[in-house]
DNA sequence: TTTCAAATATTGTTTAAACAAGTTGTTACC
DNA sequence: GGTAACAACTTGTTTAAACAATATTTGAAA
């Protein structure tokens, strides 16, 4: 339920232009037509143009206009590029998802375990592998930890369901913030056997590496997801900053 | 030279963070606070501050604070997360980086080659190799495509040092945006010559195709990087949207 | 017609103010 | 002591206004 007033004229904003309701290429209405349009102020509407910006969609040229330059992208296969639970991005794709749980265990954070996922030694922690599979191809394999103070209750029925769903709806936190790292890496014995995949053919792997934080602040989740390289599809927009 | 307050502030903040002035996990001076400290309105305030969450360095709580998350990372080698130049990375990390031309053509773009990149049918173009070189070490294989229109008077000098330095400060174009997709695929007999890779070891690379527009809107470059997966290394910071 | 200056249109920055919403601390009351 | 109400503090949203900076159009003058 979006309530602020900048997010509805940013969300229909971006869905007129994915519907190519303003052509590519060409200028957006100006600011004060906008904001007729929309009955609010002139910073209101910036706000939500600037929110474009950042998405890649539009760009803005002083004393020329806001110029759209949207284009759709084919959708390969799994595509990332917001903090999106493996089934949001799948259904989003118009794809069928299934999760299996290949591990489910508590363990205590040692002092090798702390240096690698950021979590304070004696963390108590769940630590799970899973196995993503997208219309029955297993593509991601996935070692997950999280923070048992923050997940608590959770259980292997869930974990094969979604995990951010029971976070989120169940317990009622509110993730926020969530630092990546991508990686390649020769592949493993338990990736070949899980995502039948070949030495022969593939020898890598895509590896993400993510910390997630909820809104107390709190890193609750270390995750290393390992990716079949021939359907791993990462988007990105960048922007340049002016001149040092 | 950056003239904006907003700016100058994200600036002085963000030193201060890194420098470890600001404790890992406290919070931040409230935006009173910083008022007085920057002698500014609240609005200069909060834009700076906004600038941060989306690098990942600090985290706002509604009623408690701005949370301060910045870790420094380890840069293993060569770290990709903004629009920056090779050299800019590699001055950055504080290597060496150097640059070998080893195809400068112009073409012509074909149907097929027009699919691909995204430029019009018949669009002038240089087209590159180039082999750019940390420390000595050869990491990336670069296949680059710039529109000649926009890029005209480019040599095979200029390419074997910096072409946005010559497109930025000679050519007085401002680069903006740029579109960004990562893939990890098979080696090639080219990868394998020049990156100094044998199929025995790493069969892959990883790739970053990227579209770059200018101020003006227009798609000046599209350029398909071909990493050596042992040194690829791209963070990113993703922020979770509220539910919808 | 050409050229230069002024006016107009558009986005960029900054300030000020008001109210909303969430968190924390205090105080009065039982 | 416990609790509930209140106050104080902090970030979130929105409006309004002024001026700056850049691009385009208009119009007057040569």
Wanted: proline share 5%; hydrophobic share 35%.
């Amino acid at each position: 339920m979006p309530k602020a007033k900048y997010e509805l004229i940013y969300r229909d904003l971006k869905e007129k232009i994915e519907a190519d309701e303003f052509p590519y290429q060409e200028l957006l209405p100006p600011e004060n037509t906008l904001i007729q349009i929309y009955d609010c102020s002139r910073n209101t509407v910036r706000r939500a143009i600037g929110k474009l910006v950042t998405d890649g969609y539009v760009q803005t040229m002083q004393g020329k206009g806001v110029r759209n330059i949207y284009r759709p992208v084919e959708q390969t296969a799994f595509t990332i590029g917001e903090i999106e639970t493996f089934r949001e991005s799948a259904l989003r794709n118009g794809q069928t998802p299934r999760t299996e749980v290949l591990l489910f265990t508590e363990i205590t954070a040692d002092a090798s375990l702390s240096r690698r996922t950021g979590f304070p030694a004696g963390s108590e922690l769940y630590y799970l592998q899973r196995l993503h599979y997208l219309d029955g191809k297993p593509l991601i394999l996935n070692h997950n930890y999280f923070l048992k103070s923050a997940a608590h209750g959770l259980t292997p029925e869930i974990a094969a369901n979604s995990i951010y769903d029971y976070l989120e709806n169940t317990l009622h936190m509110t993730i926020v913030n969530s630092k990546r790292i991508m990686t390649v890496e020769k592949i493993t014995e338990i990736d070949e056997k899980y995502m039948d995949l070949n030495v022969d053919d593939y020898n890598c792997v895509a590896v993400v590496t993510s910390s997630t934080y909820n809104s107390d602040g709190i890193m609750f989740e270390y995750t290393q997801s390992r990716h079949r390289p021939d359907y791993f599809h990462f988007q990105d927009n960048a922007i340049r900053r002016p001149a040092t």
